[in-house]
């Protein structure tokens, strides 16, 4: 038996096509679709929590993966796991960029890319918030032969492009 894990976290974006892409039940847990939402009038802001982080701007940093770029990281693994023998039962590949974008950076991202502004506060910080933290890739850049390339503006676009297309805006 061969396994291989796959870890990652904040994937965001939508397919290019506009037809697949993130829809929370109620209230968004994730920051993209909260952007996207409030770039569409259903809130009326996003709130940032903290502006006092040992960080740049001062906000939280997070990994951010492309949807479409994780898609194609599961299929590099797939196709390692069935065609090559010579592997270990069990193999571990961090999925990311390799590189945190802050929250606000995330808002100024948006609003570049798509031309919405987005109205936000910044509140309080919330318990348990962990500073800055992103993947380590290198092994799944080398062994598997991928890397997430897309561009953060492209990213943001298309969650914006799937939002209005869900919403007909």
């Not at 509140?123 to 561009?151: C, F, M, S």
């Amino acid at each position: 038996m061969k396994a291989t894990i796959l870890r990652y976290f904040n994937p965001i974006g939508a397919h290019p096509s506009a037809l697949i892409g993130e829809l929370p039940n109620g209230v968004p847990q994730n920051l993209l679709p909260f952007v996207t939402q409030t770039a569409a009038g259903l809130r009326k802001e996003l709130k940032v929590f903290g502006d006092d982080y040992n960080t740049p701007d001062g906000s939280c940093i997070r990994d951010y993966i492309y949807v479409v770029d994780l898609a194609k990281a599961h299929v590099k693994a797939i196709d390692r796991m069935l065609h090559v023998a010579d592997r270990e039962q069990v193999e571990v590949f961090n999925l990311g960029t390799g590189r945190g974008l802050s929250v606000l950076e995330i808002i100024r991202g948006f609003e570049k890319a798509t031309g919405v502004k987005i109205p936000y506060s910044i509140v309080g910080r919330r318990e348990g918030d962990i500073e800055q933290v992103w993947a380590e890739p290198k092994k799944a850049n080398t062994v598997l032969g991928w890397k997430a390339d897309t561009p953060i503006a492209d990213v943001l676009a298309s969650a914006w492009k799937w939002e209005k297309h869900i919403r007909k805006l």
